[in-house]
């Protein structure tokens, strides 16, 4: 069976660090396009990056330069190290599987998603 | 970058009733996209990918169609599990763009 389990969140001064975490079970990480989603309180669903099997990685514009994904193979899970947050970076953060393998997909299986609250 | 607009925002509607949501792309995406549900609290679930493509073990009542820029979900007789809200997907292009979401309240 597939499982995403996200752990990491918590309250954070804006400026400071985070490091997210996404255990997966039943599939292998290395072996699918992973992505984070985010959404703030009481809006939207927002991409945010991406880590591709191959091991390239993509960002969107609002986190570029401050997020970085990765992924422990040997732990077969995923990342997401958040510096200089902002405000605007509270949400809950949710980790997602490209079910597609080689190409852009939709996302199949989620995580449970953890919240992250930026505010001094 | 790719922009997803839904419509409406939210849709009142009575179970047993035909709903139906819009998604425009503000540039082609072929067929690749996808539909999600999500309730309070909970991560989205898959609902239709490659714009009409049902996933595995969701009711048939729900069906999306649509290529291009233009595309729908409907839900043929509203159930009282399906009061959610409901976001369209872009993957056409390597920076996946959701809708802004539609909210299914009960009338």
């Known amino acids: 069976e597939v499982q995403l389990v996200e752990s990491g969140g918590g309250l954070i001064q804006p400026g400071g660090s985070l490091r997210l975490s996404c255990a997966a079970s039943g599939f292998t990480v290395s072996s699918n396009f992973m992505s984070w989603v985010r959404q703030a309180p009481g809006k939207g669903l927002e991409w945010v990056s991406v880590i591709y099997s191959g091991g390239a990685t993509h960002y969107a514009d609002s986190v570029k330069g401050r997020f970085t994904i990765s992924r422990d193979n040997s732990k077969n899970t995923l990342f997401l190290q958040m510096n200089s947050l902002r405000a605007e970076d509270t949400g809950v953060y949710y980790c997602?599987?490209?079910?597609?393998?080689?190409?852009?997909?939709?996302?199949?299986?989620w995580g449970q998603g953890t919240l992250v609250t930026v505010s001094s | 970058d790719i922009q997803m607009t839904q419509s409406p925002s939210t849709l009142s509607a009575s179970v047993g009733d035909r709903v139906t949501i819009t998604c425009r792309a503000s540039q082609s995406i072929s067929s690749w996209l996808a539909w999600y549900q999500q309730k309070p609290g909970k991560a989205p679930k898959l609902l239709i990918y490659?714009?009409?493509s049902l996933e595995s073990g969701v009711p048939s009542r729900f069906s999306g169609s649509g290529s291009g820029t233009e595309f729908t979900l409907t839900i043929n007789s509203l159930q009282p599990d399906d009061f959610a809200t409901y976001y369209c997907?872009?993957?056409?292009?390597?920076?996946?763009?959701f809708g802004q979401g539609t909210k299914v309240e009960s009338k």
């Open positions: 490659d714009a009409s």
């Open positions: 997602a599987r490209d079910g597609s393998g080689a190409v852009a997909g939709p996302f199949d299986y």
């Open positions: 997907q872009q993957y056409n292009s390597f920076s996946w763009t």
